[in-house]
């Protein structure tokens, strides 16, 4: 999505016909100054989708920014100042805390969960696990947070996972169609395939024709197996059932790319909050 069209509907749905509250006690002519005051350690994420927030709304809304967008923050830590009409300021804190809040605790579990493949070259991936109408925020935050982005979505890359496989009537015959309407329709997506077992994996290396194969649920020794079948043929990538007691063991299995859902659909957003500066 745009961003900019984000913002507008977002606003359009906190405000909808005026913000009373600032409204009935704030004066059209004050100028004000806020803080935003980090309340828990984490890396923060979303400082410049709060720029374009601010001044979306209001172009007079000034950013005074003392941490970027992928810096360690701790409790106390002041990310920025915003100055300018009180009324704008108060208005648009809370999609800019709630942007920043999601954003920053996805960056934040992401940086944790990458640390943990510190030295190795497997990469860790998100996933279309997401929350409807901001995939593209918690992708950025992804990769604030040191991931790297999957397929955007069901247009940028072509996934045959278990269902597409059984309605196509297996492996073979996924790929075969799969091949025939990139050639039809000229289009040239990346090809990636799930599998669930070792007789699937090796019916896609008899088949041929993809560019990545998934492991999905594999144990330690299926994936060890798998990685070594393959041998270098076709990008790896497991997921499925992979905690962080277990994804260095996988990744050591030799994988280029393990697969993490909960980046995005369990996150606990970072906690803080923007307080107004008394004058």
Not at 230 to 255: D, H, M, N, Q
Request: with cysteine.
């Amino acid at each position: 999505m745009d961003i900019q069209r984000f913002i507008a509907l977002a606003l359009e749905e906190d405000i909808g016909d005026g913000d009373h509250s600032t409204l009935a006690v704030v004066p059209p002519d004050a100028q004000r100054k806020a803080q935003l005051i980090v309340k828990e350690n984490g890396l923060l994420a979303g400082v410049e989708l709060a720029r374009k927030i601010f001044h979306h709304f209001d172009p007079e809304l000034q950013l005074d920014v003392r941490m970027t967008d992928g810096s360690p923050v701790v409790k106390g830590d002041i990310a920025f100042f915003v100055t300018g009409p009180a009324r704008s300021i108060l208005s648009t804190e809370r999609l800019v805390l709630n942007c920043l809040q999601r954003m920053s605790g996805i960056a934040t579990t992401t940086a944790r969960v990458v640390s943990l493949l510190q030295g190795l070259d497997t990469r860790v991936l998100d996933t279309r696990k997401t929350t409807p109408g901001i995939r593209f925020l918690e992708k950025w935050a992804v990769r604030i947070g040191g991931g790297t982005n999957h397929r955007t979505g069901l247009y940028d890359m072509i996934m045959l996972k278990d269902n597409h496989i059984d309605y196509a009537g297996g492996i073979a015959a996924a790929i075969t169609s799969t091949q025939a309407y990139l050639k039809k329709t000229g289009k040239k997506l990346r090809i990636e395939i799930e599998t669930r077992n070792m007789d699937e994996v090796r019916k896609v290396m008899e088949t041929g024709g993809v560019d990545r194969i998934m492991f999905d649920n594999f144990t330690l020794e299926q994936t060890r197996e798998a990685v070594q079948f393959v041998a270098g043929k076709y990008e790896t990538e497991s997921s499925g059932g992979i905690t962080p007691e277990t994804i260095r063991a996988y990744a050591e299995c030799g994988v280029d790319y393990i697969s993490v859902g909960a980046l995005t659909h369990s996150v606990k957003s970072l906690d803080m909050s923007l307080k107004a500066i008394s004058r």
